[in-house]
């Protein structure tokens, strides 16, 4: 499966900038996994909150953007020429762009879009929530090596996503077609009937659950669900009608994989 790894490569979008002030929501851990957590984006002053806070009209409908060298992206609404959230690869290089974003204000899941496709291409996600705090990062192979500040923008979606951080991983497999895990403590869950994915930790440690997965069949979008929270939580992502190609669990310290399964093909 190291083939098929290999050829299923990441997407990602990115973004630079200033975070929004974060809602209330389960406390995170202030574990070294967690150093996105960590290190959490500044808090808006209500200057800044008033200007990035008002809903966009149909003559604003301009996508917000962030730029990394090597890295453009962007969170726009349905109106917009990039609509959602979307990683662009503005170089010809032998690394490649993501995007690192938290929806609705909760720091307890991140999700990371990997563009694995070449210079000039868009990669990234219609299913986006209410407030969106993201950020541009470049990575080479698995290991990420810059990364733009945070920047959230928000009343962006038309049909936002709602924030779902109650789900334990006993209901996530209740809701759920398909699952699997590590022996550490991760699992992924899914079903396709307007596809969703779960992310769950399962252990009290201090290592992070992943969920590391592919959609529609296209190996240079990889999707990433960092579950922060800690034991007996699960992140949630959509993804509409695009049903899930290749999947794995995995567990992290910090960016360092601790295990994991082989991709499955679904």
């Given at each position: 499966?190291?083939?098929?790894?290999?050829?299923?490569?990441a997407?990602?979008?990115?973004?630079?900038g200033?975070?929004?002030?974060?809602?209330?929501g389960?406390?995170i851990?202030?574990?070294p996994?967690?150093?996105?957590?960590?290190?959490?984006?500044?808090?808006?002053t209500?200057?800044?909150?008033?200007t990035?806070?008002?809903?966009?009209?149909?003559?604003?409908?301009?996508?917000?953007?962030?730029?990394l060298?090597?890295?453009r992206?962007?969170?726009?609404p349905?109106?917009s020429?990039?609509?959602?959230?979307?990683?662009e690869?503005?170089?010809?290089?032998?690394?490649?762009?993501?995007?690192?974003?938290y929806?609705?204000?909760?720091?307890?899941?991140k999700?990371?879009i990997?563009?694995?496709?070449?210079?000039?291409?868009?990669?990234?996600?219609?299913?986006?929530?209410?407030?969106?705090t993201?950020?541009?990062?470049?990575?080479?192979?698995d290991?990420?090596?810059?990364?733009?500040?945070?920047?959230?923008?928000?009343?962006?979606?038309k049909?936002?996503?709602?924030?779902?951080?109650?789900?334990?991983?006993?209901?996530?497999?209740?809701k759920?077609e398909?699952?699997?895990?590590?022996?550490?403590?991760?699992?992924?869950?899914?079903?396709?009937?307007?596809?969703?994915?779960?992310?769950?930790?399962?252990?009290?440690?201090?290592?992070?659950a992943?969920?590391?997965?592919?959609?529609?069949?296209?190996?240079?979008?990889?999707?990433?669900?960092?579950q922060l929270?800690?034991?007996?939580?699960?992140?949630?992502?959509?993804?509409g009608?695009?049903?899930?190609?290749?999947?794995?669990?995995?567990?992290?310290?910090e960016?360092?994989r601790?295990?994991?399964?082989?991709?499955?093909?679904?």
């Amino acid at each position: 499966m190291v083939i098929a790894a290999a050829v299923m490569a990441a997407t990602a979008i990115s973004a630079d900038g200033a975070a929004a002030k974060v809602a209330a929501g389960p406390v995170i851990r202030q574990a070294p996994a967690v150093p996105s957590v960590q290190t959490a984006p500044p808090v808006e002053t209500a200057a800044t909150a008033a200007t990035v806070a008002a809903p966009v009209s149909k003559a604003e409908a301009e996508p917000v953007c962030a730029r990394l060298k090597g890295v453009r992206t962007c969170v726009g609404p349905d109106s917009s020429s990039r609509p959602g959230v979307t990683v662009e690869d503005t170089r010809d290089d032998h690394m490649h762009p993501a995007v690192e974003y938290y929806l609705n204000g909760y720091l307890g899941t991140k999700y990371v879009i990997h563009n694995l496709g070449r210079k000039g291409e868009v990669r990234g996600s219609r299913e986006i929530g209410k407030v969106v705090t993201f950020r541009a990062a470049l990575y080479r192979g698995d290991r990420r090596v810059s990364h733009g500040r945070w920047k959230t923008v928000r009343n962006v979606a038309k049909y936002p996503v709602k924030r779902d951080s109650r789900t334990t991983p006993a209901s996530a497999r209740a809701k759920s077609e398909v699952c699997t895990s590590t022996k550490g403590a991760a699992s992924l869950c899914f079903a396709e009937r307007h596809t969703f994915v779960y992310a769950c930790d399962t252990g009290a440690d201090r290592y992070q659950a992943r969920a590391e997965y592919f959609v529609g069949g296209d190996p240079t979008t990889r999707y990433e669900i960092h579950q922060l929270a800690g034991v007996g939580t699960c992140g949630k992502a959509e993804h509409g009608d695009l049903s899930i190609s290749m999947y794995r669990a995995s567990l992290f310290d910090e960016n360092r994989r601790k295990g994991t399964r082989l991709y499955q093909y679904n």
